[in-house]
């Protein structure tokens, strides 16, 4: 089956350590996005990519990293720098086509992140 | 405004129809949204509604959209408690915009 998988779905981090957080898809979605979860807050976008060797800084993306170096893939790093890790991660993929994605967004499960 | 809005909660009892709410902002929008996020899951679309369309129905969903006002509306009929959850409208211009979520608990 096709899908967008997340890991772990659970992630401990102590202060001062980087974390990454894995996200792989087998859609062969072109498009892929992280986006951080708090309550009562929506979705707000970290990181996205459009293309192999390719991303753009979102809403939030001071305190994190990503790389695309397959299309597959697209891991986020919590670095040291980000103050307030504690939250919801959630990877979604997309199709392109004419750069409006149809048909939505396909998520992953997430990864909750907790700083311990 | 510039985000998209939504009512953060809605209590139904089950058998009654829900109704959520949804203000987005970009009159441009091409594609609208619907997506239900169970407990600790990612999110799942429900469905999707293209902008020169003022209904759709699928099943016990049906959407309305009204442009004019920028408004997008989900009911659901014969709301069962697996309904609970939390349910986003996004809208796609240039970009994808989410609500904060509507939290739905359907009481038996």
């Known amino acids: 089956d096709g899908g967008i998988t997340q890991s772990p779905k659970y992630l401990f981090r102590k202060e001062g350590q980087n974390v990454t957080l894995s996200c792989e898809q087998n859609l062969n979605h072109d498009a892929m996005y992280w986006y951080r979860q708090d309550p009562g807050q929506g979705l707000r976008l970290i990181y996205y990519s459009q293309i192999v060797n390719d991303f753009q800084k979102g809403d939030i993306a001071e305190g994190y990293s990503v790389s695309r170096e397959k299309k597959e893939s697209f891991p986020l790093t919590v670095t040291s720098a980000q103050k307030n890790p504690t939250a919801f991660y959630l990877c979604?993929?997309?199709?392109?086509?004419?750069?409006?994605?149809?048909?939505?967004?396909?998520f992953g499960s997430g990864t909750r992140l907790t700083v311990v | 405004g510039e985000d998209v809005e939504q009512s953060l909660f809605l209590s139904v009892r089950e058998g009654d129809s829900s109704v959520i709410n949804c203000t987005y902002t970009?009159?441009?929008?091409?594609?609208l949204y619907w997506y239900k996020q169970e407990p600790g899951a990612g999110l799942q679309l429900l469905t999707y509604?293209?902008?020169?369309?003022d209904m759709k129905q699928d099943q016990r969903l049906t959407v309305l959209l009204n442009k004019k006002d920028k408004h997008l509306s989900l009911r659901i009929a014969d709301t069962q408690t697996g309904d609970s959850a939390i349910y986003f409208c996004a809208e796609y211009g240039n970009d994808m915009r989410f609500g904060a979520g509507t939290r739905l608990t359907v009481k038996p």
């Open positions: 509604i293209f902008s020169n369309m």
């Open positions: 979604a993929s997309s199709t392109q086509g004419q750069g409006v994605p149809y048909y939505g967004y396909t």
């Open positions: 970009d009159s441009s929008s091409t594609y």
